[in-house]
């Protein structure tokens, strides 16, 4: 009996894995999640339930894939930050419901069981049901007699739970015991004439003795304050012609935010540094002067110019250097160094440029470059001189900055449509923005229009991306540009939501003149980018030609800090918000931390992989984040000198295509991208966290 009920069970695997198999293959052979696992799949843990059978329940199984539902980012996510999966259900076994006209239906419910939702109803086979927008679920299959009930009257038959409910309150008496017992060790890492102030602690975080006690092994480093260094003013507006030559020296500047005055970096004495408008098909000439301590350069994101001036070649302290910059693409691009971004980009060294397509109508622009500074009580705190601090999640700043200044504000009139051009130029920090009460729609991505534009209540924006939103403020009063995300206390494995307020708009009751109502109503289709992208769509199909994993390796971590991560790895959420770790954060440096691309085809990693593509031919390649790896977290890859569409996100194909440079690849996800390699040269592909680049997380490539 054991036996063939063991048989029994086995066949209703199998059949499992052939569904979700079958389905996938329908889907231009990615793998999604619920999928037998791979090592270069989606990580089956922290986007697939498997179903439990309740008590007395036999022969019946299922698992719960969380799709990430395909949209203009590769996450979802409401305007308040909670993660949004449509759950796609796999079922065998249940059994027919007889002649009564019975069925089965699906829920989602928070674990104190205060909210329950009706997914819908389910049957044996591939059923998608409607979204889940909450922080942690229990999904339920109940037997109904009809699938009108609004809530479960009848039998359970199968159960899960989300991947994260996983985190929970350790037994913390024991870790903080075990914490405290390693002080000889804690204290090794603690310099009280290290020169580090403390970093400030986000309200609301437990932090452990033995975590609060820690230090970056490296020397601290800040620019010196000199009475010479000139006071920063804000960003001019440089539009240029066809040939002509311009200048950009960096320096240092003297800036004031908040009452206190810092001494940072800047390009032509500006903050953000000018903002340069081009025609497309334009070429200019850049005499870049680096008046820095140190070395420096300018990396022309996202445009594909000429191999030589990418600005990845370090231009010497006292230097000059003479770019040739061409705009072959309509977009939004930006330009910052290419040299210790941790250091120079946060202390400002950045700015737009604009190559402007043909966009719906609007009635003002508005180009917004989006960060964060972290400063203490002292003033900002200080870099990792020799290597960088925050090696693990990166730089969360605690200062929100607008075009470098914070308190964003805008006076519209009522009715207004304003197009904003959205650059997020922080360090690490993925944005989740949005204008509550006022209606968005996306418009255009890094390098051109979507094929065609979406509502949307926020825009998730990774950092290196640029989204173009069109906004109406149709009433009047004030609207803020809120950052609202879902934070994770990985101590007590709590989501607990961040806001942060950037700026507010203003309405006036006057309307404005030039109503554009009905043009902002329809969603507008870029026929010039379909039939542009008509090319490339015999490619979307094909497998990928590389495939690269992300991951990590560490050594010689504190031994609070390897019991933290061991903690955290039970759950990784698609995106790390809000830094919820922050002082092992910071105390983590590039010599501890060592972020990996790796080629699994060669075993190669990071600058020793030498991918060859041919100029012309349209090359896959697949993104695994790897889920195993000790701190998963998401990362936006970026690639130089050349333009890609994404295809997929965990075997979701994407459905309003964009060309992209710089695409988020969440936690434990795989994302497919097609790369358009038609600009010769050798390039850089690498995570744009700046504390991932500068800890290894990069490579080369060659299109000849
Ligand atoms: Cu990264």
């Known amino acids: 009996m054991v036996g063939s009920r063991r048989i029994a069970k086995a066949l209703e695997t199998l059949a499992l894995l052939a569904l979700t198999a079958g389905?996938?293959?329908?889907?231009?052979?990615?793998?999604?999640?619920?999928?037998?696992?791979?090592?270069?799949?989606?990580?089956?843990?922290?986007?697939?339930?498997?179903?439990?059978?309740?008590?007395?329940?036999?022969?019946?199984?299922?698992?719960?894939?969380?799709?990430?539902?395909?949209?203009?980012?590769?996450?979802?996510?409401?305007?308040?930050?909670?993660?949004?999966?449509?759950?796609?259900?796999?079922?065998?076994?249940?059994p027919a419901t007889g002649r009564g006209g019975g069925t089965y239906v699906a829920w989602a419910a928070t674990p104190q069981m205060d909210s329950l939702?009706?997914?819908?109803?389910?049957?044996?086979?591939?059923?998608?049901?409607?979204?889940?927008?909450?922080?942690?679920?229990?999904?339920?299959?109940?037997?109904?007699?009809?699938?009108?009930?609004?809530?479960?009257?009848?039998?359970?038959?199968?159960?899960?739970?989300?991947?994260?409910?996983?985190?929970?309150?350790?037994?913390?008496?024991?870790?903080?015991?075990?914490?405290?017992?390693?002080?000889?060790e804690a204290g090794h890492h603690e310099h009280e004439s290290s020169g580090w102030p403390m970093p400030p602690v986000p309200p609301g975080l437990t932090m452990l003795p033995a975590e609060m006690a820690l230090r970056p092994e490296v020397a601290p480093y800040l620019p010196g304050s000199d009475s010479a260094v000139p006071v920063a003013r804000p960003r001019e507006v440089l539009r240029v012609a066809n040939g002509d030559t311009i200048?950009?020296?960096?320096?240092?500047?003297?800036?004031?935010?908040?009452?206190?005055?810092?001494?940072?970096?800047?390009?032509?004495?500006?903050?953000?540094?000018?903002?340069?408008?081009?025609?497309?098909?334009?070429?200019?000439?850049?005499r870049f002067k680096n008046q820095l301590p140190d070395s420096s350069s300018i990396h022309w994101h996202g445009i594909r110019l000429d191999n030589p001036f990418d600005g990845v070649a370090a231009v010497a302290a006292d230097h000059d250097f003479t770019y040739r910059v061409r705009f072959p693409d309509a977009?939004?691009?930006?330009?910052?160094?290419?040299?210790?971004?941790?250091?120079?980009?946060?202390?400002?060294?950045?700015?737009?440029?604009?190559?402007?397509?043909?966009?719906?109508?609007?009635?003002?622009?508005?180009?917004?470059m989006l960060d964060d500074l972290l400063v203490g009580e002292s003033g900002l705190i200080p870099f990792g001189k020799d290597s960088p601090t925050h090696a693990l999640m990166g730089r969360f700043g605690n200062l929100f900055l607008v075009n470098g200044e914070p308190g964003y504000?805008?006076?519209?009139?009522?009715?207004?449509?304003?197009?904003?051009?959205?650059?997020?130029?922080?360090?690490?920090?993925?944005?989740?923005?949005?204008?509550?009460?006022?209606?968005?729609?996306?418009?255009?991505?890094?390098a051109g229009p979507f094929e065609h534009e979406a509502w949307v209540e926020s825009v998730v924006i990774a950092p290196a991306e640029r989204y173009v939103v069109h906004v109406r403020f149709d009433?009047?009063?004030?609207?803020?540009?809120?950052?609202?995300?879902?934070?994770?206390?990985?101590?007590?494995?709590?989501?607990?939501?961040l806001v942060d307020t950037l700026g507010v708009v203003s309405v006036s009751s006057d309307p404005v003149s030039g109503d554009l109502r009905t043009s902002f109503a329809t969603l507008r289709r870029d026929t010039a980018t379909t039939r542009a992208l008509e090319p490339y769509r015999r490619f979307l199909d094909k497998a990928p030609d590389q495939t690269l994993v992300l991951t990590l390796q560490t050594h010689g971590l504190p031994f609070v800090t390897e019991r933290l991560m061991q903690l955290d790895s039970i759950y990784f959420a698609p995106v790390e918000w809000?830094?919820?770790?922050?002082?092992?954060?910071?105390?983590?440096?590039?010599?501890?931390?060592?972020?990996?691309?790796?080629?699994?085809?060669?075993?190669?990693?990071?600058?020793?992989?030498?991918w060859h593509f041919r100029r012309g031919d349209p090359v896959k390649l697949r993104f695994v984040n790897e889920r195993r790896s000790f701190h998963g977290m998401q990362h936006p890859i970026h690639l130089h000198g050349q333009r890609f569409?994404?295809?997929?996100?965990?075997?979701?194909?994407?459905e309003d295509l964009a060309w992209k440079d710089t695409v988020l690849v969440p936690a434990g996800a795989v994302v497919d991208i097609l790369l358009d390699a038609a600009n010769p040269g050798e390039w850089m592909l690498h995570c744009h966290i700046a504390e991932h680049l500068s800890t290894g997380m990069m490579m080369h490539f060659t299109v000849d």
């Open 247 to 286: 200048q950009l020296a960096a320096g240092l500047v003297r800036r004031t935010i908040n009452g206190q005055t810092y001494t940072m970096y800047g390009y032509n004495e500006q903050y953000p540094g000018p903002l340069i408008e081009a025609a497309r098909g334009s070429e200019i000439v850049v």
């Open 578 to 610: 809000g830094g919820t770790m922050p002082m092992m954060n910071w105390a983590s440096t590039g010599r501890q931390v060592r972020w990996v691309l790796k080629d699994p085809a060669t075993g190669r990693e990071n600058m020793d992989i030498a």
């Open 117 to 184: 939702i009706k997914l819908g109803e389910v049957k044996n086979g591939r059923v998608e049901l409607r979204a889940i927008e909450l922080d942690r679920f229990n999904f339920l299959i109940s037997s109904e007699r009809s699938a009108r009930v609004r809530e479960p009257h009848g039998r359970m038959i199968l159960r899960g739970q989300s991947p994260s409910t996983r985190p929970f309150p350790p037994d913390l008496l024991e870790f903080s015991v075990g914490g405290m017992g390693t002080g000889g």
């Open 331 to 368: 977009g939004v691009y930006w330009y910052h160094p290419h040299v210790r971004e941790d250091i120079q980009q946060e202390l400002g060294l950045y700015g737009n440029l604009l190559v402007r397509a043909e966009y719906g109508p609007a009635n003002r622009e508005e180009v917004l």
């Open 409 to 446: 504000r805008l006076a519209v009139r009522r009715g207004e449509v304003v197009r904003f051009f959205l650059t997020n130029a922080s360090s690490t920090r993925t944005l989740n923005v949005s204008f509550p009460g006022a209606h968005m729609k996306v418009v255009a991505t890094d």
């Open 645 to 654: 569409l994404v295809l997929s996100v965990n075997g979701v194909p994407n």
């Open 475 to 497: 009433r009047p009063g004030p609207v803020p540009l809120v950052n609202q995300v879902r934070g994770l206390d990985h101590l007590f494995g709590r989501f607990f939501p």
């Open 23 to 94: 389905i996938s293959q329908a889907q231009g052979g990615a793998v999604r999640p619920c999928d037998p696992a791979t090592p270069l799949g989606p990580s089956h843990d922290l986007y697939c339930i498997e179903l439990v059978p309740a008590p007395g329940v036999a022969g019946v199984s299922g698992r719960v894939e969380l799709a990430i539902p395909p949209g203009p980012f590769t996450v979802a996510v409401t305007a308040d930050g909670h993660s949004r999966f449509i759950p796609v259900v796999f079922l065998t076994g249940l």
